[in-house]
């Protein structure tokens, strides 16, 4: 059994940056994500990382201003969140699953079979 921590959330104002922090991240053979949920909406997914070889996906969202990575020597992911908007407000979350690749990770949440508790991030404008 894993169990993912989220670490890093807060309140900031627009074009804002935050760094989340998510341990222990698993250094081989998982698809590791972040995923967020904003008040009355569906969960999505933000960015992906497989963790064998670094290969990372963000979504078309938050490319540009997010990045996903993970640092062996720490066990730990993150995602760097720069230039922050109102909509990005939400609760974000850590999961992984031993799954190849990363192949179709955004509509694959039953592969997720670890997640975190959250982390809240509050832009204002």
């Known amino acids: 059994q894993v169990q993912l921590v989220e670490s890093g959330g807060g309140s900031v104002q627009a074009g804002g940056s935050l760094r989340l922090s998510c341990a222990p991240s698993?250094?081989?053979?998982?698809?590791m994500a972040w995923f967020r949920q904003a008040a009355g909406k569906e969960r999505e997914g933000v960015a992906a990382?497989?963790?064998?070889?670094?290969?990372?996906y963000h979504d078309d969202s938050v490319r540009g201003r997010f990045t996903i990575s993970q640092d062996n020597a720490k066990n730990t992911l993150y995602l760097q969140m720069d230039n922050l908007q109102p909509e990005d407000t939400a609760m974000y979350y850590c999961?992984?699953?031993?799954?190849?690749?990363?192949?179709?990770?955004?509509?694959?949440?039953?592969?997720?079979?670890?997640w975190g508790q959250g982390t809240q991030v509050t832009v204002s404008s």
């Open positions: 999961a992984a699953g031993p799954f190849y690749g990363c192949v179709n990770w955004r509509k694959s949440r039953a592969q997720f079979r670890y």
């Open positions: 990382i497989y963790t064998t070889d670094g290969s990372t």
């Open positions: 698993i250094s081989k053979n998982y698809c």
